[in-house]
């Protein structure tokens, strides 16, 4: 018989195998009941498990049997590798006796820099991130706001991408408040383009900018209740008349039982 024949008869036979082997594992969660047990991968967090579409059980998406886990990449341990080393060296020592407590976590995931900050201490490394000559982060890039209900005490995260055009880095600034207290200071005393932004994360998601020269609605109406961005706000929407018929909103257009 030649290789490629062997090959293909190889490749059938593996399949044939994968396919006996995945049905059995089906049939057995199936009549066992059995839920499906989360594999924590190296280096993550488990922090919720999401079932069904939206959250939904009963959703005629067809999405009602989805299971998805979501996990957080844990602290990095020096060497962070790259400049990462460099940067996190100089922050420390311009904060002194306050880096252990401004500086919650260093996170190194897919080549990317995260700085978990707290809060109290966010205006003070934005200043040295900004002004000292070994790290010049000139330039926020906004914030962007994440809604996280299973992350007890600290369910609102805010993103900052910031980039230093002197030394050709990115790195984010991540801080996070819980729901029962969204305030986080405003940095636009710091970052003046940061206003928008802010009010933009205000407006999908909640979260108060202490210090914020004009924080009002951006997006939604000045009347709208509520921040539509979360994961908690009600689906729903509102009805639209097309060619003489009305579409009711998405949330009477499904049922969910």
């Given at each position: 018989?030649?290789?490629?024949k062997?090959?293909?008869?190889?490749?059938?036979?593996?399949?044939?195998?994968?396919?006996?082997?995945?049905?059995?594992?089906?049939?057995?969660?199936?009549?066992?009941?059995a839920?499906?047990?989360?594999?924590v991968?190296?280096?993550?967090?488990?922090?919720?498990?999401?079932?069904g579409?939206?959250?939904?059980?009963?959703?005629?998406?067809?999405?009602?049997?989805?299971t998805?886990?979501?996990?957080?990449?844990?602290?990095?341990?020096?060497?962070?590798?790259?400049?990462?080393?460099?940067?996190?060296?100089?922050?420390?020592?311009?904060?002194?006796?306050?880096?252990?407590?401004?500086?919650e976590?260093?996170?190194?995931?897919h080549?990317?820099?995260?700085?978990r900050?707290?809060?109290?201490?966010?205006?003070?490394?934005?200043?040295?991130?900004?002004?000292?000559?070994?790290?010049?982060?000139?330039?926020?890039?906004?914030v962007?706001?994440?809604?996280?209900?299973?992350?007890?005490?600290?369910?609102l995260?805010?993103?900052?991408?910031?980039?230093?055009?002197?030394h050709?880095?990115?790195?984010?600034?991540?801080?996070?408040?819980?729901?029962?207290?969204?305030?986080?200071?405003?940095?636009?005393?710091?970052?003046?383009?940061?206003?928008w932004?802010?009010?933009?994360?205000?407006?999908?998601?909640?979260i108060?900018?202490?210090?914020h020269?004009?924080l009002?609605?951006?997006?939604?109406?000045?009347?709208?209740?509520?921040?539509?961005?979360?994961?908690?706000?009600?689906?729903?929407?509102?009805?639209v008349?097309?060619?003489?018929?009305?579409?009711?909103?998405?949330?009477e257009?499904?049922?969910?039982?």
């Open positions: 018989m030649s290789p490629a062997d090959k293909g008869k190889k490749a059938k036979a593996d399949g044939a195998a994968v396919a006996a082997s995945s049905r059995t594992s089906t049939d057995a969660a199936e009549g066992s009941d839920e499906l047990a989360p594999v991968p190296e280096g993550r967090t488990l922090i919720n498990v999401r079932e579409q939206f959250g939904a059980r009963g959703d005629t998406s067809g999405y009602d049997g989805l998805r886990f979501v996990y957080m990449p844990d602290a990095a341990e020096r060497p962070y590798g790259s400049w990462f080393d460099q940067v996190v060296d100089a922050l420390e020592e311009l904060l002194g006796d306050k880096a252990g407590a401004a500086i976590a260093v996170i190194v995931d080549d990317e820099l995260t700085l900050v707290a809060r109290e201490h966010l205006l003070e490394v934005c200043s040295h991130l900004r002004d000292d000559q070994d790290l010049r982060f000139e330039m926020c890039l906004g962007n706001g994440v809604h996280y209900p299973a992350d007890v005490g600290r369910e995260h805010a993103a900052y991408p910031m980039q230093s055009v002197t050709n880095r990115r790195l984010r600034i991540e801080v996070t408040a819980p729901d029962d207290d969204p305030h986080i200071p405003s940095i636009t005393s710091i970052y003046p383009m940061n206003n932004h802010e009010r933009e994360t205000w407006d999908f998601f909640g108060i900018f202490d210090g020269p004009s009002s609605r951006i997006e939604m109406p000045d009347d709208w209740v509520g921040h539509p961005q979360r994961k908690d706000y009600p689906l729903g929407g509102i009805p008349e097309y060619k003489g018929a009305e579409i009711p909103a998405p949330d257009r499904r049922q969910y039982r």
